[in-house]
């Protein structure tokens, strides 16, 4: 299986985008699905995270009620709705997969590439 996340690109403060995460092969109903997130010369930090089985979710606080992870089962994508930006959501989002409800990157094994999110002022 890989991931492949898309959906990146420039936006202006209180826009939105959505990220998309599609994996190519079948993900298992034991996995979780996550969005992370990396900014120049900072850490990978959590983001969001979905349970597949049971589309239980998990935030970080910094995008608790702005930001949506929702998954498409049929499609195996998982997708990272996000409204009103801020300039400090600017970053390299990856989606990630991995078998523990985790927000540590640490547990998660399989990575997607990357997509930028350039929030501007």
Known sequence: VQLQAYGGGLVQAGGSLRLSCAASGRIYSSSVVGWFRQAPGKERDFVAIVRWSRDSTKYADSVKGRFTIYKNSAENTVYLQMNSLKPED???YY?????????????????????QVTVSS
């Open 90 to 92: 600017t970053a390299v």
């Open 95 to 115: 989606c990630a997969k991995g078998v523990q409800w985790s927000t540590s990157t640490r547990d998660y094994n399989l990575w997607g590439q990357g997509t």
